[in-house]
């Protein structure tokens, strides 16, 4: 699709205007990355044509409830897509490729699929940035929830509180403002913050770095990893950014709990600087 590198092109959908993003295209050239090589053309195609199948069955639909089942009889009943509760943590289930191929996913990317098949044939959804799972939301129907999780089942609010609950150890309580909407560059980095934790618990520093460049590219005045990026750089050799992210990092958060260990760490940066 394009003769950029995976990164050249993130960084130019960063650039972008919210309501220019591609949402699907962005999750892909995310996964590129990932899985160098990857073409992003049948992906997109697979997209298309199950929009285009779906736009078939909404002939003579009614409403945007029977366009919505629909949908979700397509994408969950038909083609099987479903909840990896077996292994939630699998970094495949954040690359949209691997979702569609696998019909398995977390709850952002399945979502992410629902809203992408949608938006191409005219059922309105939108993303809503629940804490620890992600929902969707009927456009025309606020009240009218999805847990893309759970095979497109239907929440009512009361559904949302448990669910809550029971994320959260009953340690949050629950808020409408918990179910506003969230646009596309929400959602992008909603979706690099799971690989960010995943390559995190693992240790699996390599992979971690340019998910959080990346992250950056979204929102440079990021915290988390901004500092994380910062630690990195300095414990694996380049005290130079380290020092530059840490430095950024004391800035945007003078009052940081951690600021005596980022001084530290400058600190360190600094005399590796003058060693190298």
């Known amino acids: 699709m394009s003769r950029q590198t995976p990164r050249e092109m993130f960084a130019a959908i960063a650039r ?3 309501r220019q993003i591609d949402l699907g295209e962005a999750a892909l050239v995310i996964a590129a990355e990932e899985q160098p090589g990857l073409d992003l053309r049948p992906w997109l195609e697979r997209l298309d044509d199950l929009a285009g199948r779906l736009r078939s069955r909404l002939v003579g639909a009614r409403h945007d409830l029977d366009r919505l089942s629909a ?3 397509l994408l969950f009943g038909e083609e099987g897509l479903r909840g990896n509760a077996e292994d939630y943590y699998d970094p495949r289930n954040s690359y949209l490729n691997e979702v569609l ?3 398995l996913g977390i709850p952002i990317t399945l979502a992410l699929v629902c809203l992408e098949v949608g938006r191409r044939a005219g059922v309105p959804l939108e993303g809503v940035g629940f804490p620890g799972h ?14 893309p999780f759970e095979s497109g089942r239907l929440l ?27 646009g596309p560059r929400q959602i992008l980095h909603r979706l690099l913050n799971n690989l960010r934790g995943i390559y995190l618990s693992r240790g699996e520093m390599d992979r971690l770095l340019p998910v959080l460049d990346r992250m950056l590219l979204l929102d440079p005045e990021d915290p988390t ?9 300095v414990r694996c050799g380049d ?11 004391l800035e945007i958060e003078p009052s940081a709990d951690d600021q005596a260990e980022i001084v530290g760490l400058l600190a360190e940066a ?4 003058l060693v190298n």
């Open 134 to 147: 992600f929902l969707l939301r009927l456009g025309s129907h606020p009240h009218v929830l999805i847990d």
């Open 71 to 73: 949908l979700l009889d």
């Open 101 to 103: 191929d696998r019909r």
């Open 16 to 18: 972008q205007a919210e």
């Open 239 to 249: 005290p130079h950014l380290g020092a530059s992210d840490l430095q950024s990092y």
């Open 270 to 273: 600094r005399r590796l600087m």
């Open 225 to 233: 990893p901004l500092r994380e990026r910062g630690i990195l750089h």
């Open 156 to 182: 009512a609010q009361r559904d949302c509180e448990e669910l809550l609950a029971r994320l959260t150890n009953g340690e949050m309580k629950f808020d409408p403002r918990l179910l506003q909407t969230a």
